[in-house]
């Protein structure tokens, strides 16, 4: 099982960035995706879901807006879509899979500084 991001790196306040999360080893349509971010200090938390079947997203308050979640079942790839960026997003980001078990990613770095 695998799950591999990229997309992250330095970008300027008001920037775009689009992470991206390459699953394999298991059967990627039947599990929930998700993003979630940890800043240094800070608990993990998630950022934003998709479901499996019917493409049900919802995001935390924060991000509202900003970012959008899809998901690819044809290319077992998950993406973040991050606009208007601010500060206060920088963490490293992590994708996760949930079905019968749950699997992470080993994360990417964003930063958003002037």
């Known amino acids: 099982v695998q799950l591999v991001e990229s997309g992250g790196g330095l970008v300027q306040p008001g920037g775009s960035l689009r992470l991206s999360c390459a699953a394999s080893?298991?059967?990627?349509?039947?599990?929930?995706m998700s993003w979630h971010r940890q800043a240094p200090g800070k608990e993990r938390e998630l950022v934003a879901a998709?479901?499996?079947?019917?493409?049900?997203?919802n995001y935390a308050d924060s991000v509202k807006g900003r970012f959008t979640i899809s998901r690819d079942n044809a290319k077992n790839t998950v993406y973040l879509q991050m606009n208007s960026l601010k500060p206060e997003d920088t963490a490293v980001y992590y994708c996760?899979?949930?079905?019968?078990?749950?699997?992470w990613g080993q994360g990417t770095q964003v930063t958003v500084s002037s």
């Open positions: 998709i479901t499996s079947v019917g493409g049900n997203t």
């Open positions: 996760k899979a949930t079905w019968v078990a749950s699997y």
């Open positions: 080893g298991f059967t990627f349509s039947r599990y929930a």
